[in-house]
């Protein structure tokens, strides 16, 4: 495990004819790291994790996940990649509200073989994984998993959330502003869930929140608007 | 298979507006099926009406309007046939039967139809089905009369019931012929045809009710004669409405036809049925066709509903793209879905539509029957209305493409974040 998860180098993202949005140096993410990266509105954010995920392709500079250099794939590749390396977490209503809890959570292996292939390795099967997830984030109540995701408290459909970001063990987990939508001690309860769920599954997490409030309880801390050389207009975000 | 089942469960989810897009195009393709099930059978009735008859010999006037009055009873034939000429024509070598037609006078709205007892031999209608007495027999007596099913049943006549005619065929008539009242004799099985609204005598019958007949009008005083009186006067007509002729070979049909054309001693013509019915249903087929495209636009306008239903839930559907993309789903995925989407709202509105069509049908079967005499078959749906249902679910597949490939634009371009 000696490659690093995330590896930026003179990374440049400009749309044609404008100025550059995002232009970083050097960013690396090491395997197994916990890294909370401070961005306000208008860092850059939303283009950086654009960047991550394959949807867009840097303008110079290299985006390296695993080792694999993202630019050189097609872009089917590149959305094969994502799925089958990295889990997300988003602010709120991550869910479709027309599948159970239980769906919710396998979605990710239903795109992508691996990440199946990983989860019933581990435990038997995907509902198994799902179940296993759950259980140690604390949803195991059989009522619960009957209930339409809708009728969750986004507490617990933040949970929900993390465990379909994490089934299949993905090397990376990238979490948006996912605990903005809760209160104070809720939050480090989920964070500590969320620390030990990657610390078991292997997965590296890039953890991007403007709240600062958070950053003690991780490896590492970095300011989004200090990585980022060009000076965005905060168009976006 | 996985995107099927949540195409599914997303439609499900919007159930109410997905269930009033089905609706929408169901009722369309139900009307459009309909449409073509009544087209096609009324087509199939019209043109079975008549058959086995090589030629309809009438006075010199149009070959659709002979075709109307002599076997459907509709409108009034404008000149007649000396009752000699048609004796003549029937004494052609190569006619094997002739049948002379009388039309003028009526019962209760029902075409009264003067004829020899020949005509329950000789015609034919569907594929060459002969009529067949369901009571009683072909008129003996000069006051016997045989009633079409229709008139039996409507009605409520039975072997043995008098009824009197009445002059011109008006429904409500003022100069009945209520000295002569007739009697079935005989009452005929359902044909689908206007035989079955029709009351049959004989031509001489008919002869008798007008025989103290002057100038259009009832003779009054000493100058009426009696219905007994009248047995025992000549009662062969002067002339006739129409004849129809069986041939003795299909081969002699345009030379007898020729010949009658070139008729010395009174202008008249001789139609080939089927012709006349073609040229009849050209005429009609005008209307046909605009219930067709009509029908055709219904549906279009369902289809164009379920456009406007999808593209219009896209928007409010991109956090669901979003969350599609950031567990794996591909752009392409997203077509797929969409484009399932549409396909399944419109295979759900040809499957109710049918349904709903079918049901129509069996409601609707026996009063399109007792009404228009009309019998539409409930049969599975042919190779023309399969490749109607094709073409739709084609039309509907083309049209999702347009939503999807919206998705498929805003997915790319939004990407994973996710936007309201």
């Known amino acids: 495990m000696s490659l690093p998860v995330i590896q930026l180098e003179n990374l440049v993202f400009a749309w044609p004819g404008q100025s550059p949005l995002l232009d970083i140096e050097h960013f690396t993410l090491a395997a197994g790291e916990r890294v909370f990266l401070k961005g306000p509105s208008g860092s850059g954010k939303t283009t950086l994790l654009g960047l991550l995920g394959g949807v867009q392709l840097p303008a110079s500079g290299r985006i390296q996940l695993l080792g694999q250099d993202l630019a050189r794939l097609s872009g089917s590749r590149r959305d094969r990649f994502r799925a089958d390396h990295s889990g997300y977490i988003f602010q709120m209503f991550n869910l479709l509200p027309y599948l159970s809890v239980l769906e919710n959570i396998s979605l990710p292996c239903r795109f992508s073989a691996l990440r199946r292939r990983r989860a019933i390795q581990r435990h038997g099967s995907v509902e198994a994984a799902a179940r296993h997830l759950l259980a140690h984030l604390g949803l195991d109540r059989q009522e619960l998993l009957r209930r339409a995701v809708t009728e969750l408290s986004i507490g617990q459909q933040q949970r929900v959330a993390a465990a379909r970001a994490l089934i299949g063990s993905p090397e990376l987990v990238i979490a948006d502003e996912p605990t903005s939508a809760l209160d104070a001690d809720a939050r480090e309860a989920f964070l500590n869930l969320l620390f030990v769920e990657c610390q078991a599954a292997g997965s590296s997490l890039l953890f991007v929140s403007h709240d600062g409030a958070l950053e003690r309880l991780f490896d590492r801390s970095l300011s989004l608007s200090e990585l980022n050389r060009a000076t965005p207009d905060g168009g976006l975000d | ?420």
């Open chain 2, 1 to 420: 298979m996985y995107l099927l089942r949540l195409a599914l469960r997303s439609l499900l989810n919007r159930r109410f507006s997905a269930l009033l897009t089905v609706l929408a195009i169901a009722l369309s393709i139900t009307l459009l099926l309909g449409v073509e099930k009544i087209r096609t059978e009324a087509r199939a009735s019209f043109a079975g009406t008549i058959s086995g008859t090589d030629l309809i010999v009438g006075p010199r006037t149009g070959s659709v309007q002979l075709l109307l009055y002599s076997v459907f009873r509709i409108g009034h034939p404008s000149a007649n046939m000396r009752w000699d000429s048609f004796q003549r024509i029937a004494d052609h070598p190569r006619v094997a039967w002739a049948l002379p037609i009388s039309l003028g006078d009526s019962h209760r709205g029902y075409k009264v139809m003067g004829t020899s007892a020949d005509y329950f031999l000789h015609y034919r209608h569907g594929r060459d089905r002969a009529l067949a007495f369901a009571e009683g027999k072909a008129f003996a007596d000069l006051y016997d009369a045989v009633l079409g099913a229709d008139v039996a049943r409507e009605q409520g006549y039975v072997l043995g019931s008098e009824l009197v005619l009445a002059h011109g065929t008006g429904s409500v008539s003022f100069v009945e012929h209520a000295d002569k009242p007739f009697r079935v004799s005989g009452i005929l099985e359902k044909t689908g045809t206007p035989v079955d609204r029709t009351i049959h005598v004989s031509l001489q019958g008919l002869e008798a009710l007008h025989v103290d007949w002057r100038q259009g009008m009832p003779a009054r005083g000493a100058a009426r004669i009696s219905a007994e009186q009248a047995r025992d006067m000549a009662l062969t007509p002067s002339s006739i409405t129409a004849a129809l002729l069986g041939l003795d070979s299909r081969v002699a049909t345009f030379a007898v036809q020729r010949d009658i054309n070139r008729f010395p001693d009174e202008p008249l013509m001789a139609v080939l049925p089927g012709v006349a019915l073609q040229e009849l249903w050209s005429l009609l087929g005008v209307a046909e066709k605009a219930l067709f495209i009509v029908s055709v636009f219904v549906v279009l306008t369902g289809l164009v509903g379920m456009l406007t239903a999808i593209l219009s839930s896209l928007n409010e559907r991109r956090r669901e793209m979003a969350i599609l993309r950031s567990v794996g789903a591909r752009p392409r995925h997203i077509f797929s879905l969409l484009l399932l989407e549409a396909f399944g709202l419109a295979l759900a509105g040809a499957l109710l539509g049918v349904g709903l069509m079918y049901l129509t049908l069996w409601l609707a079967q026996p009063l399109i029957l007792s009404h228009y005499g009309l019998f539409i078959p409930i049969t599975a749906p042919g190779p023309w209305e399969w490749s109607l249902l094709g073409g739709i679910l084609l039309a509907a597949v083309l049209m999702g493409s347009v939503p999807a490939w919206r998705a498929y634009r805003q997915s790319l371009i939004d990407g994973l974040s996710i936007r309201t």
